[in-house]
């Protein structure tokens, strides 16, 4: 394994494992935990010289055809960037504003893809 990608697993497993831990209060926490979780595991596996690239590529299909239903559902991303005009996703979530919360999962969602791709790549 490269240095570029044993960096790159240890630094996103680590990642994903705080991303669901963070998720573990929401009211879809099992979905949540899982999204970030497989992905968790899938890294950590590979840092240890374990591929699945087929998996990677399930988890990356699934993620983006997810991102793509949160880009356009009601106040989804679309409606963040058109109607209420991108405001900062780091301000705090209120429940008048269900459009942040959809746009940090939709780029939740594309940082799995990302990394699941990429693992997919360069192992198969």
């Known amino acids: 394994m490269t240095m570029f990608l044993l960096i790159f697993n240890i630094f996103f497993c680590i990642a994903f494992v705080g991303f669901a831990w963070v998720n573990l209060n929401d009211r879809d926490a099992w979905l949540w935990v899982s999204i970030y979780g497989i992905p968790a595991v899938l890294c950590g596996l590979a840092v240890f010289g374990k591929y699945f690239p087929g998996t990677c590529m399930v988890v990356a299909v699934l993620c983006f055809c997810y991102a793509i239903s949160i880009f356009f559902s ?50 198969r």
């Open 74 to 123: 009601k106040d989804g991303v679309k409606d963040w960037i058109q109607k209420y005009k991108a405001p900062s996703l780091v301000q705090s979530m209120k429940a008048d504003k269900p459009y942040i919360e959809k746009a940090r999962e939709f780029f939740g969602l594309l940082i799995v893809v990302a990394v699941m791709l990429t693992n997919y790549f360069i192992t």
